[in-house]
């Protein structure tokens, strides 16, 4: 069981990757250098360097990992929460090719 600031930092990553949330990477990362001291930012970058279900060293690279829909959140049931992404398909008529454009 991940501690709470995990579970907690979980939800935050929620909010930013959902696509419906208006909530941009650039205010959560405002948020942390405003309103955390900073001995509570060193104790969350160690929260989340020490969770073994993140591959980041501090919590401002995982936020925007989670942003650019990069890392998979992982949900109270064990699946994660569905990463919707934006991308292109083109298709050579002549070639018959398709080829997918992620943007």
């Given at each position: 069981?991940?501690?709470?600031?995990g579970?907690?930092?979980?939800?935050?990553?929620?909010?930013?990757?959902?696509?419906?949330?208006?909530?941009?990477?650039?205010?959560?990362?405002?948020?942390?250098?405003?309103?955390?001291?900073?001995?509570?930012?060193?104790?969350?970058?160690?929260?989340?360097?020490?969770?073994?279900?993140?591959?980041?060293?501090?919590?401002?690279?995982?936020?925007?990992?989670?942003?650019?829909k990069?890392?998979?959140?992982?949900m109270?049931?064990?699946?994660?929460?569905?990463?919707?992404?934006?991308?292109?398909?083109?298709?050579?008529?002549?070639?018959?090719?398709?080829?997918?454009?992620?943007?």
């Amino acid at each position: 069981m991940l501690p709470l600031a995990g579970l907690l930092f979980n939800v935050v990553s929620g909010l930013i990757i959902d696509k419906a949330s208006t909530l941009a990477k650039e205010h959560v990362e405002k948020m942390l250098d405003d309103v955390l001291p900073d001995g509570a930012k060193a104790e969350l970058d160690e929260i989340i360097r020490n969770d073994p279900e993140h591959i980041f060293d501090n919590a401002k690279d995982a936020l925007v990992a989670a942003a650019e829909k990069k890392f998979p959140i992982p949900m109270k049931d064990g699946k994660f929460l569905p990463i919707e992404i934006d991308f292109k398909v083109s298709f050579d008529p002549n070639t018959r090719k398709v080829e997918l454009i992620q943007g």
